[in-house]
Nanobody, 123 residues
Framework: VQLQASGGGLVQAGGPLRLSCAASGRTSSNNGVGWFRQAPGKERDFVAAVGWKGGITLYSDSVKGRFTISRDNAKNTVYLLMNSLKPEDTAVYYC?????????????????WGQGTQVTVSS
C-alpha cells in the first residue's frame, strides 16, 4: 500500500486548509485511516481517524470542533478539512492505514504510512 499526502502549505491563522491522502497498490476500503502530525522536536501525535465505512470518527481534543475527517472509498482518498487553524497546528501531517477496520489513536495500530505534507500556520 502506498499513501500520498498532499494539500499542505502556508496559511494565516484562522484560515482553512484541506489535506488529501490518496492510497494506491493493495488498497482496501475495509481499513481505518488516520492522520498524525509531528512538529519539530516533538513526537508524532494523533490528530484524527475514520473507520472503513466513514461512520466512525475519532479526533484529538486539540482539533475537535475544528477539523473534519472524511473518506471517499470510490477514490481511495481520505480528507482532513482543517478550519480555524492556529500557529500550534504547524507540523508535518502524515496519513496512515490502520491494521483493522476500527481506527485508534495509537501509532502502533497503523501499518502503512505516507510521506507527510508540511502545514505552516502564520500568526
Amino acid at each position: 500500500v502506498q499513501l500520498q499526502a498532499s494539500g499542505g502549505g502556508l496559511v494565516q491563522a484562522g484560515g482553512p486548509l484541506r489535506l488529501s491522502c490518496a492510497a494506491s497498490g493493495r488498497t482496501s476500503s475495509n481499513n481505518g485511516v488516520g492522520w498524525f502530525r509531528q512538529a519539530p522536536g516533538k513526537e508524532r501525535d494523533f490528530v484524527a481517524a475514520v473507520g472503513w465505512k466513514g461512520g466512525i470518527t475519532l479526533y484529538s481534543d486539540s482539533v475537535k470542533g475544528r477539523f473534519t475527517i472524511s473518506r471517499d472509498n470510490a477514490k481511495n482518498t481520505v480528507y482532513l478539512l482543517m478550519n480555524s487553524l492556529k500557529p500550534e497546528d504547524t507540523a508535518v501531517y502524515y496519513c496512515a492505514v490502520s491494521r483493522g477496520a476500527v481506527p485508534g489513536s495509537n501509532r502502533s495500530s497503523y501499518a502503512y504510512w505516507g510521506q507527510g505534507t508540511q502545514v505552516t500556520v502564520s500568526s
